[in-house]
């Protein structure tokens, strides 16, 4: 589950940025799929750091900072992938990941109950479906 979505990283960057690094097909404009995918893969990145201290996926709605990090990883990915991968890019990834870094080692933390504070995982009901006893599948 991605923490941001397409809107914020134009809100962050711009949508002529987004379409020359998510531009895919060559139709001069982003792919949407190329990004929700990316931002997805961003998100399980972020969950491998916040899961040291927190519940993830984090319920609800993200903390602003992880909707950046959730944005930065993954324009940084679309660049790689683009081949139009730049130092500031570059720069603004290893950043967002010394910040993760920082969250899991307890010296920053995302504003939400951290897991030693008392957060509790969400509860999951596992449904399992009963194998049918009777009937004509059954018959030999």
Excluded: C
């Excluded at 139709?27 to 927190?54: P, Q």
């Excluded at 319920?59 to 130092?87: F, H």
């Excluded at 504003?111 to 504070?117: E, H, L, M, T």
């Amino acid at each position: 589950m991605a923490y941001a979505t397409r809107e914020d990283v134009i809100q962050l960057h711009s949508e002529q940025f987004l379409d020359r690094i998510a531009d895919r097909d060559q139709d001069m404009g982003a792919d949407n799929d190329a990004v929700t995918i990316a931002l997805g893969f961003a998100a399980s990145e972020i969950d491998s750091y916040l899961s040291a201290r927190y519940v993830t996926p984090i319920a609800g709605v993200a903390p602003l900072m992880v909707k950046v990090a959730n944005v930065e990883i993954a324009v940084y990915r679309l660049s790689n992938n683009g081949g139009i991968l730049t130092e500031d890019i570059r720069r603004r990834y290893e950043d967002t990941i010394k910040w993760l870094q920082a969250i899991a080692a307890g010296k920053a933390n995302i504003g939400v109950p951290a897991i030693d504070s008392g957060a509790k995982p969400p509860v999951v009901t596992n449904f399992v479906k009963p194998v049918a006893m009777f009937g004509r599948a059954v018959r030999g």
